[in-house]
């Protein structure tokens, strides 16, 4: 079991940063592979970036490549999100996700645990 807490949120305007985190419970944070989704009003949930249990491996949605960075701390269980560059189209509630799988990591439907989000907005 893995409880994730996501924080960092806010508003902020369009050209700046914001360092999103997503804080897990449990020992074993560091044998699972993690991801960052959003969604935003009306919209289905969407893909913004994983990230393998090593931090070996990282992948991206092509609409924050570039711009956003995802990493990791396995030794202080904790997950970041540095979104740099933010426009209002990013305005979102990011999510923060865990499985144990190894494939189809930009899917939604592999990932077992998530957190409740925090609230990005980006005004213009």
């Known amino acids: 079991q893995v409880q994730l807490v996501e924080s960092g949120g806010g508003l902020v305007q369009a050209g700046g940063s914001l360092r999103l985190s997503c804080a897990a419970s449990?020992?074993?944070?560091?044998?699972?592979?993690m991801g960052w989704f959003r969604q935003a009003p009306g919209k289905e949930r969407e893909f913004v970036a994983a990230?393998?249990?090593?931090?070996?491996?990282?992948k991206y949605a092509d609409s924050v490549k570039g711009r956003f960075t995802i990493s990791r701390d396995n030794a202080k269980n904790t997950m970041y999100l540095q979104m740099n560059s933010l426009k209002p189209e990013d305005t979102a509630v990011y999510v923060c996700?865990?499985?144990?799988?190894?494939?189809?990591?930009?899917?939604?439907?592999?990932?077992?645990?998530w957190g409740q989000g925090t609230q990005v907005t980006v005004s213009s």
């Open positions: 990230i393998s249990w090593s931090g070996g491996f990282t």
């Open positions: 449990g020992r074993t944070f560091g044998s699972y592979n």
């Open positions: 996700a865990a499985t144990p799988r190894n494939t189809g990591l930009e899917t939604a439907i592999v990932y077992s645990y």
